[in-house]
C-alpha cells in the first residue's frame, strides 16, 4: 500500500507540456495502480506470486490456478517472480464482493485499469511512447481509483486523485459561455 501510495504522490498535476515529465507520469501512475492491486489481493488472501509449475509436475501436484489462496501452497512451489499486472487486472472481478455489480465493476474500474496497463506497457516496454492524455481517459483512471478504494479498501483514508487540466481548461470555457 505504501508503495502505491508513494508513486500516486509522484504523480503530478497531471502531465505537463514536457513530454519526458509525461512519461514519467504514466509511469507512477501504472506501477501505483500495480502496487495498490497488489496490496488488495494480498489483504484479500491471494497469493501474487508466479507458481513454479515443473516443481508442481516434478512432485505431482496438480497445476494450480490464479487466484490462489496463501497458505495452499508450500514456498517450493512459488517464484520470486509476482504475477503480472494484466493477470492482476483480469481476475479482480474473482475478488469482488458479491454486491458490486459486474457491468459497473467492468465499466469503471476495469476499463481505468486498462487504459493506465496500456499506457505503462507503452512507456516501459517500447522507446517511443505515442500516449497522449484526454478528459474521458481521465475519468475512467480516475473513476477507477476511487472505485478500488470504496469497493476494497473502504476504511482507507484516500487522497484526492489529481485534477486533469483538460478537464479544468473544457470547464472554464464552458463557464464564460
Not at 455489480?101 to 465499466?107: E, G, K, L, P, Y
Not at 505503462?120 to 512507456?123: G, K, L, S, T
Not at 475519468?139 to 480516475?142: D, E, G, L, M, V
Given at each position: 500500500m505504501k508503495r502505491a501510495e508513494f508513486l500516486f504522490d509522484k504523480y503530478v498535476y497531471p502531465f505537463p507540456e514536457n513530454k519526458d515529465e509525461n512519461f514519467l507520469n504514466r509511469i507512477y501512475?501504472?506501477?501505483?495502480f500495480e502496487f495498490l492491486l497488489k496490496a488488495i489481493y494480498l489483504k484479500n488472501g491471494i497469493l501474487i506470486n508466479e507458481i513454479n509449475s515443473k516443481a508442481?509436475?516434478?512432485d505431482k501436484i496438480p497445476k494450480q490456478k490464479f487466484p490462489i489462496k496463501l497458505g495452499s501452497l508450500k514456498k517450493k512451489y512459488l517464484l520470486t517472480k509476482t504475477v503480472s499486472f494484466e493477470?492482476?487486472?483480469t481476475n479482480l472481478n474473482k475478488i469482488t464482493p458479491k454486491q458490486v455489480?459486474?457491468?459497473?465493476?467492468?465499466?469503471y474500474v476495469e476499463l481505468g485499469l486498462l487504459i493506465v496497463q496500456n499506457w505503462?506497457?507503452?512507456?516501459i516496454h517500447t522507446p517511443t511512447a505515442y500516449f497522449?492524455?484526454?478528459?474521458l481517459q481521465y475519468?475512467?483512471?480516475?473513476d477507477a481509483y476511487y472505485s478500488i478504494y470504496k469497493i476494497?479498501?473502504?476504511r482507507i483514508n484516500l487522497k484526492k486523485f489529481p485534477r486533469n487540466k483538460l478537464t479544468l481548461f473544457k470547464k472554464s470555457l464552458t463557464s464564460n459561455l
Open positions: 501512475l501504472g506501477m501505483g508442481l509436475k516434478k493477470k492482476l487486472i455489480n459486474n457491468n459497473d465493476f467492468q465499466f505503462r506497457n507503452q512507456d497522449g492524455i484526454d478528459s475519468k475512467h483512471i480516475s476494497f479498501l473502504p
